[in-house]
Nanobody, 116 residues
Framework: QVLLVESGGGLVEAGGSLRLSCVAS????????MGWYRQAPGKQRELVAI???????NYADSVKGRFTISRDIAKNTVYLQMNSLKPEDTAVYYCNVDLFTGLSVWGQGTQVTVSS
């Protein structure tokens, strides 16, 4: 069983920064990818950033140059540094872990609100 605990969300003014953290616990010996997704009200959940085993990183076009994903393997933690935040970044942000076994695990979500 894999558990994910997210933290770091909150309310920030446009142009500000936040850092999200996601700590994973449990059977993590077969992690394929760790990433962040977000879901705004009335919209589908979308990929924000993902780091795949081997180090390859992908970002949504809307966050390139503003957000940075990083992973601390020793701490089983993935971070999302969000800079130059915009009101359209407002959403619930979810951490996700994909295992090579095919299991995909989601965190409970953390709210990010950017005021204009």
């Amino acid at each position: 069983q894999v558990l994910l605990v997210e933290s770091g969300g909150g309310l920030v003014e446009a142009g500000g920064s936040l850092r999200l953290s996601c700590v994973a616990s449990g059977s993590l010996f077969s992690v394929n990818a760790m990433g962040w997704y977000r879901q705004a009200p009335g919209k589908q959940r979308e990929l924000v950033a993902i780091v795949v085993s081997g180090g390859r990183i992908n970002y949504a076009d809307s966050v390139k140059g503003r957000f940075t994903i990083s992973r601390d393997i020793a701490k089983n933690t993935v971070y999302l540094q969000m800079n130059s935040l915009k009101p359209e970044d407002t959403a619930v942000y979810y951490c996700n872990v994909d295992l090579f076994t095919g299991l995909s695990v989601w965190g409970q979500g953390t709210q990010v609100t950017v005021s204009s």
